[in-house]
């Protein structure tokens, strides 16, 4: 690993840190930081294949009230760097996220503990008026975010990748089979908790037909896509087509002609 690769993987772990608690750009999201980290190391069809499985694990992950969700950031980036650079399997790596998701949530919950005096600070910046500052509180609050993702990558890169490919070798089966079959049943529950909240009447002869295609068609997940993305635009065109909504449209276009005939 040269010094390029090793600063843009350093790069994309703070972006990824960044992102998982902005949440607006899913930078963090194992589907995007995978197949980055593959594309630096020159394997990116090992990064896909790697984030595609770890997103079916994190899909239904998300922060409630209070409770913090495991880290999907630090988990994505240290366990794509560790298999590309030791050849490891995918299953290997799935092994080996688990544990990482569950340190990175101990470690996010740490900083934001730490931000809470950044949040006190620019409050009392925000009552002298001083507003620069309030901005300077935030973007130390976000470099604090990406040092919770970048230091422990450059951890693991400054360690002998031998070594680290040992201890991989010397996990027991036991422990590496079962951590495996956790994360299946992970998946499993995280497409329950998605489709308990896409309870929508409206909306489940979409997710059947999805089913009935699967069973009786050989599309592939492009295929698949492509379907849904047509048949969602298509939902669109129709739902605003209905007769509630043009006599909406109707009632707001005559509002807008009286308004005129006002003025």
Sequence with gaps: MNACQTILILLIAGIAGVGSVLDEGQMHRPLVVCPLIGLVLGDLKTGIVLGGQLEM????WMNVGLSISPDTALSAVITTLVVITTHASIGDGIALAVPLAAAGQVLTIFVRTLTVFLVHQADAFAKKGQYHLIETMHVLAMIIQALRVMVPTAGVMILNMRTVEGYIDNIP??????????GGIIVVVGYAM?????????LKPFFYLGFLFAAFTNFNLVGFGGLGLILAILYLQLEY???QKLK???????EDDNDDLDN
């Design 57 to 60: 694990m994190a899909l239904g």
């Design 173 to 182: 089966s036991v422990i590496s089979d079962g951590l495996q079959i956790g």
């Design 194 to 202: 998605v489709i308990n909240m896409m309870d929508i009447p409206d």
């Design 241 to 243: 087509r209905s007769p």
């Design 248 to 254: 909406a449209q109707d009632f707001s276009a005559g």
